[in-house]
């Protein structure tokens, strides 16, 4: 069976899609839309429509929606009335009322609904999950991770927790299979708009786990970290290289007092591992694609979007009430 796909939204992440999507066996993309047209030139001889409601008349058994934020509500519940399967960007909505009706409209129908997660679908990253279930790092104790770059003129209808923090969110509970139980955080508004620019949070797991992210966009060096601890060492991630390296726990006694002195655990082996790296978004299609046909399950549901939103809702509330919000 060949999938037969459309994209709605063909911006800055649109377009990567359209490029991936053309290219990903078992399925094929037979239109796009976008409310202004195809102004990147991605859609080559494809018909570009203007409106979700065309792309459904043009015939599609799954969507995947890039418009704004603020238009995931919208262009899905109008996709869920017309039974077709859905990946849209991430986050799930603007609101967590807006996610519940997307998570009813597509599970009361049997449909297939995915979040556009990517840094779940980083190498570097399913490699670390991977060695952390073997065992290797022992029992987890923190995860941390710092997101920070450049301002991103694309985005305009939400800030940095919704944009960029969300990653850490999804990524940290889903690394550790626990989901957040609490989280505190500090945010500020720099750049004179409307949403946070900038936030530091901590958090707690279910299974314990402690987190903590630095996230924001007035950094001129972008980095995408990843640092889980465990009792047997730490490995730390890098998603814009997809390098994963592994800090060992070691049994090597220093003779150097001074050192010595300020070592709680003792150093060891350090290791990076090499790897198969396919592109992440090859890689989340491909998981959307095998959810549609019904071999596997391993995309971000709907369900899971929402949670992820609900702890960046907590995260933005926290600053105001002074307190760490319990989930």
């Known amino acids: 069976m060949t999938i037969r796909t459309g994209l709605i939204g063909l911006g800055m992440m649109g377009r990567h899609h359209a490029r991936v999507m053309q290219d990903i066996e078992g399925t094929e993309l037979v239109a796009v839309a976008d409310a202004i047209g195809d102004v990147h030139g991605v859609a080559g001889d494809l018909p570009v429509y203007s ?77 670390l999950r991977r060695r952390v279930d073997e065992g290797q790092l022992g029992r987890i104790l923190q995860i941390a991770t710092r997101r920070q770059g450049p301002f991103p003129a694309r985005i305009a209808d939400v800030g940095v927790v919704k944009d960029l923090a969300t990653h850490d969110i999804d990524l940290t509970a889903w690394l550790a299979r626990s989901r957040f139980a609490s989280v505190s955080a500090h945010t500020a508004r720099n750049a004179g708009r409307e949403h946070e620019d900038m936030v530091v949070a901590v958090g707690q797991l279910e299974s314990g786990v402690i987190t903590n992210h630095i996230v924001n966009w007035l950094s001129p060096v972008k980095e995408r970290t990843t640092v889980v601890t465990g009792e047997k060492g730490m490995l730390v991630a890098s998603t814009l290289t997809a390098d994963l390296t592994f800090y060992a726990n070691g049994s090597v006694a220093t003779q150097w007092q001074p050192v010595e002195n300020f070592r709680g655990v003792s150093e060891g082996d350090v290791v990076r591992y090499a790897f198969p790296k396919q592109e992440p978004l090859r890689t989340e299609h491909e998981a959307f694609r095998d959810a549609v046909l019904g071999r596997a399950q391993g995309h971000v549901s709907l369900e899971e979007g929402l949670e992820i939103l609900r702890v960046a809702e907590a995260m933005i509330s926290s600053p105001d009430r002074g307190e760490a919000v319990a989930l």
């Open 51 to 127: 409106s979700v409601e065309a792309l459904i008349d043009h015939g599609v058994d799954a969507i995947v929606c890039a418009v704004p934020t603020g238009l995931h509500e919208e262009v899905g519940l109008a996709v869920a009335e017309a039974g077709i399967h859905i990946m849209v960007e991430k986050p799930i909505a603007s609101s967590l009322a807006a996610g519940q009706r997307l998570v009813e409209a597509f599970s009361s129908r049997g449909l297939v609904g995915a979040v556009g997660h990517i840094e779940r679908f980083n190498p570097a990253l399913q490699e």
